[in-house]
Protein backbone atom coordinates (compact mmCIF):
# COMPACT_ATOMS: atom_id res chain seq x y z
CA UNK A 1 0.00 0.00 0.00
CA UNK A 2 1.34 3.83 -1.11
CA UNK A 3 2.19 6.01 1.74
CA UNK A 4 -0.68 9.02 2.35
CA UNK A 5 2.20 11.16 1.52
CA UNK A 6 2.83 9.72 -1.69
CA UNK A 7 -0.99 9.83 -2.26
CA UNK A 8 -1.17 13.37 -1.96
CA UNK A 9 1.66 14.01 -4.11
CA UNK A 10 -0.37 12.12 -6.80
CA UNK A 11 -3.76 14.13 -6.23
CA UNK A 12 -2.86 17.64 -5.08
CA UNK A 13 -0.11 17.56 -8.34
CA UNK A 14 2.47 17.74 -6.12
CA UNK A 15 1.45 21.34 -5.04
CA UNK A 16 3.55 21.62 -1.84
CA UNK A 17 1.37 23.89 -0.34
CA UNK A 18 -1.53 22.21 -0.73
CA UNK A 19 0.23 18.67 0.76
CA UNK A 20 1.56 20.71 3.36
CA UNK A 21 -2.23 22.00 4.00
CA UNK A 22 -3.04 18.12 4.07
CA UNK A 23 -0.40 16.82 6.17
CA UNK A 24 -0.93 19.79 8.88
CA UNK A 25 -4.80 18.85 9.41
CA UNK A 26 -4.43 15.19 9.76
CA UNK A 27 -1.61 15.85 12.26
CA UNK A 28 -3.76 18.19 14.24
CA UNK A 29 -6.49 15.42 13.67
CA UNK A 30 -4.59 12.33 15.03
CA UNK A 31 -3.04 14.29 18.20
CA UNK A 32 -7.14 15.57 19.18
CA UNK A 33 -7.77 12.10 18.60
CA UNK A 34 -5.21 10.53 20.90
CA UNK A 35 -5.45 13.16 23.48
CA UNK A 36 -9.60 12.50 23.90
CA UNK A 37 -9.22 9.05 23.61
CA UNK A 38 -6.31 8.56 25.98
CA UNK A 39 -4.84 5.66 23.67
CA UNK A 40 -1.73 6.74 22.79
CA UNK A 41 0.75 9.17 24.38
CA UNK A 42 1.81 12.52 23.06
CA UNK A 43 4.89 14.12 23.08
CA UNK A 44 5.38 17.45 24.15
CA UNK A 45 6.66 17.77 20.28
CA UNK A 46 3.92 16.12 18.60
CA UNK A 47 1.71 18.44 21.13
CA UNK A 48 3.44 21.58 19.97
CA UNK A 49 3.36 20.77 16.37
CA UNK A 50 -0.08 20.28 16.19
CA UNK A 51 -0.72 23.73 18.17
CA UNK A 52 1.24 25.37 15.89
CA UNK A 53 -0.28 23.91 12.98
CA UNK A 54 -3.67 25.01 14.07
CA UNK A 55 -2.83 28.43 15.07
CA UNK A 56 0.44 29.40 12.71
CA UNK A 57 0.81 26.64 9.74
CA UNK A 58 -2.81 26.21 8.43
CA UNK A 59 -3.93 29.56 9.25
CA UNK A 60 -1.22 31.12 7.28
CA UNK A 61 -1.12 28.82 4.16
CA UNK A 62 -1.63 30.44 1.07
CA UNK A 63 -4.24 27.72 -0.27
CA UNK A 64 -5.95 28.62 3.27
CA UNK A 65 -5.99 32.00 3.08
CA UNK A 66 -7.70 32.13 -0.26
CA UNK A 67 -10.51 30.24 0.97
CA UNK A 68 -10.50 31.26 4.37
CA UNK A 69 -14.61 31.51 4.86
CA UNK A 70 -14.87 27.79 3.31
CA UNK A 71 -12.25 26.06 5.28
CA UNK A 72 -13.62 27.92 8.10
CA UNK A 73 -16.87 26.24 7.49
CA UNK A 74 -15.00 22.47 6.35
CA UNK A 75 -12.90 22.99 9.45
CA UNK A 76 -16.12 23.29 11.90
CA UNK A 77 -17.85 20.47 10.19
CA UNK A 78 -15.35 17.99 10.69
CA UNK A 79 -14.24 19.02 13.97
CA UNK A 80 -18.24 18.65 15.35
CA UNK A 81 -19.24 15.30 13.13
CA UNK A 82 -15.50 13.96 14.84
CA UNK A 83 -17.27 14.56 18.51
CA UNK A 84 -20.65 13.40 17.17
CA UNK A 85 -19.03 10.79 16.50
CA UNK A 86 -17.59 10.34 19.84
CA UNK A 87 -20.94 10.24 21.09
CA UNK A 88 -22.22 6.86 19.46
CA UNK A 89 -18.74 5.12 19.79
CA UNK A 90 -21.11 3.27 23.14
CA UNK A 91 -23.51 2.71 20.69
CA UNK A 92 -25.44 -0.90 18.54
CA UNK A 93 -23.85 -1.84 15.70
CA UNK A 94 -25.52 1.05 13.30
CA UNK A 95 -24.20 3.86 15.33
CA UNK A 96 -20.60 1.97 15.68
CA UNK A 97 -20.68 2.44 11.65
CA UNK A 98 -22.02 5.49 11.81
CA UNK A 99 -19.42 6.62 14.13
CA UNK A 100 -17.00 5.26 11.85
CA UNK A 101 -18.09 7.14 8.78
CA UNK A 102 -18.36 10.40 10.74
CA UNK A 103 -14.90 9.98 11.69
CA UNK A 104 -13.84 9.95 8.03
CA UNK A 105 -15.40 13.35 7.68
CA UNK A 106 -11.47 14.69 7.16
CA UNK A 107 -10.97 13.21 4.20
CA UNK A 108 -13.87 15.37 2.51
CA UNK A 109 -11.78 18.38 3.38
CA UNK A 110 -8.40 16.75 2.16
CA UNK A 111 -10.97 16.21 -1.34
CA UNK A 112 -11.39 19.49 -1.34
CA UNK A 113 -8.19 21.10 -0.89
CA UNK A 114 -7.34 18.32 -3.67
CA UNK A 115 -9.96 20.23 -5.48
CA UNK A 116 -8.73 23.46 -5.07
CA UNK A 117 -5.01 22.17 -6.46
CA UNK A 118 -6.17 20.94 -9.45
CA UNK A 119 -8.98 24.10 -10.13
CA UNK A 120 -6.98 25.11 -13.15
CA UNK A 121 -8.20 22.11 -15.36
CA UNK A 122 -12.00 24.23 -14.66
CA UNK A 123 -12.99 20.85 -15.47
CA UNK A 124 -15.93 19.17 -13.44
CA UNK A 125 -15.02 15.26 -14.73
CA UNK A 126 -11.80 16.13 -13.25
CA UNK A 127 -12.86 16.38 -10.64
CA UNK A 128 -14.95 13.46 -10.44
CA UNK A 129 -12.14 11.46 -12.16
CA UNK A 130 -9.50 12.34 -9.38
CA UNK A 131 -12.16 11.84 -6.47
CA UNK A 132 -13.17 8.44 -7.81
CA UNK A 133 -9.60 7.50 -7.54
CA UNK A 134 -8.71 9.40 -4.71
CA UNK A 135 -11.68 7.68 -2.51
CA UNK A 136 -10.95 4.22 -4.06
CA UNK A 137 -7.31 4.23 -2.17
CA UNK A 138 -8.29 5.59 0.71
CA UNK A 139 -11.38 2.81 0.31
CA UNK A 140 -8.24 0.35 0.27
CA UNK A 141 -8.05 -1.40 3.35
CA UNK A 142 -11.46 0.12 4.53
CA UNK A 143 -13.06 -2.94 6.24
CA UNK A 144 -9.88 -3.60 8.34
CA UNK A 145 -9.54 -0.56 9.30
CA UNK A 146 -13.40 -0.76 10.65
CA UNK A 147 -12.91 -4.11 12.33
CA UNK A 148 -10.02 -2.03 14.00
CA UNK A 149 -11.69 0.66 15.00
CA UNK A 150 -14.47 -1.85 16.09
CA UNK A 151 -11.68 -3.59 18.48
CA UNK A 152 -10.78 -0.39 19.75
CA UNK A 153 -14.07 0.46 20.92
CA UNK A 154 -14.19 -3.24 22.33
CA UNK A 155 -17.01 -4.38 19.82
CA UNK A 156 -17.27 -6.99 17.23
CA UNK A 157 -19.48 -7.45 14.70
CA UNK A 158 -20.31 -11.25 13.78
CA UNK A 159 -22.34 -9.49 11.03
CA UNK A 160 -18.84 -8.69 8.63
Known amino acids: MKK ?3 I ?3 YCLRDFEAIRLCEDYLHVAHIWDDLYDKDKDVSPYQLNKA ?3 VLGHI ?3 PI ?4 VKEFASLSLLTALTWQIANRFESGNADQLMGSFILRNTLMVLI ?4 LLAGAKNDDDSWGIDVGTEFFREMFDGFHGKYLAFLSEMGQ ?3 NL
Do not use: S, T
Open 4 to 6: FRE
Open 8 to 10: LEV
Open 51 to 53: FCG
Open 59 to 61: PMN
Open 64 to 67: YQAH
Open 111 to 114: YFII
Open 156 to 158: KDE
